[in-house]
């Protein structure tokens, strides 16, 4: 590390997905992602700073997660974060809207393509193959901040499962991916003509297939009275 910059390890994972203007990450830069809030600290601040907290835990930061991710690289977090959950953008095609509910006589007036009761949440529209360049790039720094015990679970749906199992091989390694976890729906479907989408993925791959943390016990349920 030079500086507030870092040298990334290139991918050497196989098989290799390959879209136009696929590039590599060669070095980041120390961004200023933004401190948000802190818990369980001994001396909380109204309005907490990174560097007074760089070292504590239970940081929230506000932001493009790249950014924060360079950030926590650069800053030392290097090798260090033992589980990293994502649920990105999923490739739908659509804007995601959330209506407001205005007080008095509703107008149907317009603002950017939506009426003054709704707001967009996030756009999930990409163009070309910008998607897998944008999770591309984010996979690496996650590789890159994990423990060697440590492992990611990446939240996806039948739009790009498919490709992104392919990127998790070839930034992880395809040895080290541990399970595929299915994450069913039970709301009832209207679909008629095709079977109906019941389900979310979530890919986890481990840093090192040798030392990988898989707490059992935490996961155990007591019977309920009609399972015995």
């Known amino acids: 590390m030079k500086g507030n910059t870092m040298k ?54 506000q932001g493009d997660n790249k950014e924060i991710l360079s950030t926590l690289l650069v800053q030392g977090f290097r090798g260090k974060i033992d589980l990293i959950y994502i649920d990105p953008p999923f490739d739908s095609g659509a804007d995601y809207v959330r209506k407001v ?29 910008n998607y897998l360049q944008f999770m591309f790039e984010r996979l690496i720094l996650i590789r890159e901040l994990l423990s060697e015990k440590g492992g990611i679970y990446l939240h996806c749906d039948w ?35 095709k079977f109906s989408q019941k389900h979310d993925t979530i890919f986890w791959y481990a840093k090192s297939a040798e030392n990988w943390i898989f707490n059992l016990d935490e996961m155990r349920e007591p019977y309920t009275d009609e399972q015995l």
């Open 159 to 193: 739009h790009k499962s498919h490709h992104l199992r392919l990127l998790l091989d070839e930034v992880f390694g395809e040895g080290n991916f541990v399970n595929e976890i299915i994450w069913k729906y039970n709301w009832a479907s209207t679909v008629k003509k």
């Open 8 to 61: 990334i390890k290139p991918v050497k994972g196989r098989p290799m997905l390959h879209w136009v203007g696929k590039r590599p990450i060669d070095t980041i830069s120390n961004y200023p992602a933004q401190l948000v809030d802190t818990y369980n600290v001994e001396n909380p601040e109204k309005e907490p700073t990174y560097d007074r907290f760089k070292d504590g835990p239970n940081l929230l930061f």
């Open 101 to 129: 509910a205005l007080r008095g006589e509703q107008k149907n007036l317009e603002a950017e393509g939506h009426s003054v009761i709704e707001q967009t949440q996030y756009t999930d529209i990409w163009a070309n193959d």
